[in-house]
């Protein structure tokens, strides 16, 4: 083994099948331990997380003194600064409109020493995942670091999926009516093998650390700017 969806998608209630289950997410550790690393070194640690979901993640690493920007759809600022208020962090914490998946085209935290892609490249055809890709790499310092997450080819999202069989290239089919009943997701999408995220990574021109497969099939990896 190697070492989303659009804007924030209903979960299933069932964490034990749960696509999206974010407890203990062990690549939202890696990035929370990067930016623990860094901020030792330079204090001054710049992190982009996209999207917000319910700003925790964003809270953890304003805990740790970087300086975040949470990257959302324009409907949801007023919800989010509210989080953001009540969570004590609204100096070292902003927030950036975008249509995601895409980063914000401006903003004043980039570079970024990190960027944690939660969800939303799934949504995306193989080639214009590679393109988001590469304008999140340029968003990178030389050196900064891509945590991303994708929903997995081989999660329970992949049974009865049409693009199963095809490759990655070609692969961009609505999930089988049973798990898009179950999940809500009712569009096209490209689910990822690991293979499949490493590949990704290697074309986008970034420089790849590591990639794992989750319990539930989904796929997860960091790169760096080189």
Known sequence: MHNGLKGETPMNKN????????????IQQLALEECAKRQRIDHSVSVL???AGQCKLAARFAQLDARVTVA???ERQHE???????????GSI???ATELPAPPATDSGAPY?????????????YAQGKALIRELMRKLKIGGKLFISILGLHSELGDGYPGREQSIYERYSPLSPAMARKYEIHHEVCLYSER????????SGASVLRTMTT??????GVAVRV
């Open 15 to 26: 964490t034990d099948s749960n696509p999206w289950a974010e407890e203990n997410d062990a």
């Open 49 to 51: 997380v996209l999207p």
């Open 72 to 74: 959302d759809t324009p």
């Open 80 to 90: 989010i600064e509210g989080r953001i208020l009540a969570a004590g962090h609204l």
């Open 94 to 96: 902003h927030f950036a």
């Open 113 to 125: 020493d990190i960027i944690v892609l939660r969800r939303g490249l799934c949504s995306l055809p």
């Open 196 to 203: 499949d995220l490493f590949l990704l990574l290697l074309e």
């Open 215 to 220: 319990t539930w099939g989904n796929v997860k």
